[in-house]
């Protein structure tokens, strides 16, 4: 299945609003770091609801938002969340962004990133639309160090791919970025119920359960151009 089949299927189902309820947990801390200054333009990479560029919009004053997505429904739905006039959704893919060579102050990425069908294509057409001194924050819940997520790929239908933390560097840099950060931020909002109720639907043990949310969390890698 090609991933706007699979995200248009999600969007139609109500998902997007459910993936930004969970991803919100760990994003805002990714989104608040960002060093966007009024009037910058922002793009979202793999939007899904859209809640990044409006978070943008509304903390840090970004004069321009984007978010892209290869799923219209998805991209449909987030433009029917907002009225704001300087935020605009668009259908595309990773590989080929519709901007400008240097057109992007910053870009933020959650959980969308690894489903780019060639990776190192897509970081290379980041590092052309994002301007010398901007940055990519990407942000992965699935990764190799993760081992709580590798069974994801099983429940997709589209190819996932799972680097580890320096694979990620070793790519950014590659691709023209410096690595100025990498690290985890944890989930602290997830609700882990006591020893007693395990195994419940999801987990079989508390302790995996901690791990996952509370030490692996959200891997962010920051590029700078
Ligand atoms: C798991 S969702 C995450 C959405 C959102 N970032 C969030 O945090 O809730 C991944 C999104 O990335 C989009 N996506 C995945 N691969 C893509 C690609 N190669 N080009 C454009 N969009 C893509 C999907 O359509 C989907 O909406």
């Known amino acids: 299945m090609s991933v706007s089949d699979e995200f248009d299927e999600w969007a139609a189902a109500g998902k997007d609003r459910g993936m930004e309820d969970r ?4 994003a805002k801390h990714v989104l608040a770091r960002m060093p966007v200054e009024a009037g910058e333009t922002v ?12 978070a943008l919009r509304e903390t840090k004053d ?4 984007y978010g892209i997505d290869a799923a219209p429904e998805m991209a449909h739905n987030a433009a029917d969340y907002t009225d704001d006039p300087q ?3 668009l259908i595309g893919d990773f590989e080929h962004l519709p901007f ?8 933020f990425s959650m959980e969308a990133f690894y489903y780019a069908s060639d ?5 290379a057409e980041l590092a052309r639309v994002i301007r010398p001194g901007g940055t990519f924050h990407c942000a992965v819940n699935y990764y190799e ?8 790929q099983s429940f997709i239908d589209v190819p996932m791919t799972r680097w580890d933390r320096s ?3 070793a790519a950014f840099r590659e691709a023209g970025f410096s690595v100025a950060v990498q690290d985890n931020i944890p989930d602290r909002e997830i609700e882990i119920p006591p020893a007693s109720e395990f195994p419940t639907e999801d987990w079989e043990r508390r302790e995996a359960m901690v791990e996952r949310y509370r030490e692996y969390g959200t891997l962010v890698t920051v590029g700078v151009r």
């Open 167 to 169: 694979q990620y560097r």
């Open 145 to 152: 160090e993760n081992v709580h997520s590798h069974e994801w």
């Open 23 to 26: 991803h919100w947990h760990t």
């Open 62 to 65: 970004a004069g321009r938002a």
């Open 43 to 54: 793009l979202d990479l793999g939007c899904g609801s859209g809640y990044a560029g409006r």
């Open 87 to 89: 935020i605009g959704y």
């Open 100 to 107: 400008e060579t240097d057109s992007i102050d910053h870009c």
């Open 119 to 123: 990776p190192h294509a897509a970081l």
